[in-house]
């Protein structure tokens, strides 16, 4: 099915994971994986001025190697990132240009919206020059990629319905999550009636290897393909959905992808089936019941950041990776201003206007030793 005009398959190449060679993105491998995308029929390719040599390695890759024709490139603007003018932000868009060397995007996206980086594509009026850059042909599709409240994106849809897509964060671990609300987001964008290019997928990876009764639920059903194939399955399922960004790393993963990819037509009753076992199982482990109400914010007087705290140690519960729940911690708790778990000072105010009942001073203390 097109969109937006587009002929694209369901799976897209996300550039923000390449394979490494030492601290270098290892460019020979990364053109057999173009080599082995492009030959199985997808187009797709994503990448962004934020993700470090990325542009770069894909114009080597792929813009040097193939005609422009040949091939769909998004890259993103990330005005939020040192811009202290709209002349700073506007340059980004001519730095993809030149590291690119793709002569015009064919997808090009406001990066990141949401909470308060949203403002800086307010005061520069990113709007009306990503508008202007559509009509002078240096971009082909305008949107956005977005991490924040259904909320929020429906206020944003609202003001700029000349935006033609939005990226979201879509997968089944995250369905019905009170912190990330993919679900609650995607309904939003369907009934602004906007397409939606999905980013993780497979959770930055965490999908691949959920926990051990969820990895059970998905080889009992299908023995001959990867787990983190599910997650991928699972939101090109979805209607409305332009493409599905895999952050791959390796000619493994591409491998992978595109031995179910390169055939998929849907997923069946039963196999929708089984990841609807698989997401009542990830319910069954038992994390800290926080709806990121954030009222305890509100009468906390030292400004921990205590749902972000929780969102981090559910993590940590859910996929064991204490590094990329320490990540989750700096970027929702230090990234937005607030201190950390350990500055708790055990006042209980957030308890008493906690709805949940939870006892945040001892979820704090656990959290302040698991993360520390």
Known sequence: MKYLGEDIKKLGFGLMRLPMNGNRIDVEQTKKMVDMFLEAGFTYFDTAWAYAGS????????????PREAYQLATKNAAWINCKTREEAIAQFDTSLKQTGAGYFDFYLLH????????YFDEFDMWSWIAQMKKEGKIRHMGFSFHSTPEELDAILTAHPEMEFVQLQINY???NSTAIQSRACYEVARKHNKPVIVM????GGM???PPESVQRIFKEAEPEHSVASWGIRFAANLEGVITVLSGMSSVEQMEDNLSYMKTFRGLTAAQ????????????????????????????????????????????LTLYGDKGRA?????????????????????CGKCE??????????????????ALG
């Open 272 to 315: 929708q089936e089984v990841i609807k076992k698989a997401q009542e199982e990830l319910d069954r482990i038992p994390l800290i019941p926080c709806t990121t109400c954030n009222y305890c914010a509100k009468v906390c007087p030292n400004q921990i950041g205590i749902s972000g705290t929780f969102t981090a140690m559910n993590s």
């Open 112 to 119: 990141n919206l949401g909470e308060g980086r949203s403002r």
């Open 200 to 203: 993780e997928p497979v959770k």
């Open 55 to 66: 542009e770069d390695a894909i114009r080597e890759a792929l813009v040097e190697r193939y």
């Open 207 to 209: 999908l691949a290897t």
């Open 173 to 175: 671990a995250d369905w």
């Open 326 to 346: 320490k990540h989750q911690e700096e970027w929702l708790v230090g990234g937005h201003g607030l201190k950390g778990a350990a500055e708790c000072i055990k």
């Open 352 to 369: 008493e206007a906690c709805p949940q009942h939870i006892p945040i001073r001892e979820e704090l203390e656990k959290a302040a030793e």
